[in-house]
């Protein structure tokens, strides 16, 4: 149980690393990006989000992929003598599709990201795990 437990948080920390480098990524396409921007109000926020263009979605969904293969594969290396099954992949996918749905209550963001993030995360966390269980 301990095994699986380490396996599935190892997978979040690595997969939450990955979405946080696909963020500055998005950013970094972002045009006039404002300085000290953790420190913005909702509403500035909100202002800011209207501008950013669809091409730092797209980077930031293709950090999402990357992220929960990522989390699939390493959950699964770490507990295939104690989870022989997708479960623990299936969990990560999980995490961060409900992290996902929070994301979009204090984030401001269009529908349609929300449609592809929750999309997206528990198929690539399912690669992620066939990936890592084909190599055992």
Request: glycine share 8%; no cysteine; proline share 4%.
């Amino acid at each position: 149980m301990g095994r699986k437990f380490l396996a599935i948080v190892t997978a979040m920390i690595a997969a939450v690393a990955v979405i946080w480098i696909s963020f500055m990524i998005g950013t970094m396409i972002a045009p006039n990006t404002p300085n000290n921007s953790e420190y913005l109000q909702k509403q500035e926020l909100a202002a800011y989000m209207l501008t950013f263009p669809t091409a730092s979605f797209v980077a930031i969904a293709v950090g999402y992929a990357l992220a929960a293969f990522a989390g699939g594969f390493i959950a699964t290396k770490m507990g295939r003598r104690w989870s022989a099954g997708m479960t623990l992949a299936l969990v990560v996918g999980v995490l961060l599709s409900v992290g996902s749905l929070l994301s979009f209550v204090v984030w401001p963001q269009p529908a349609w990201f929300l449609l592809v993030s929750l999309l997206i995360f528990i198929p690539a966390s399912l690669i992620g795990y066939k990936l890592a269980f084909r190599a055992v």
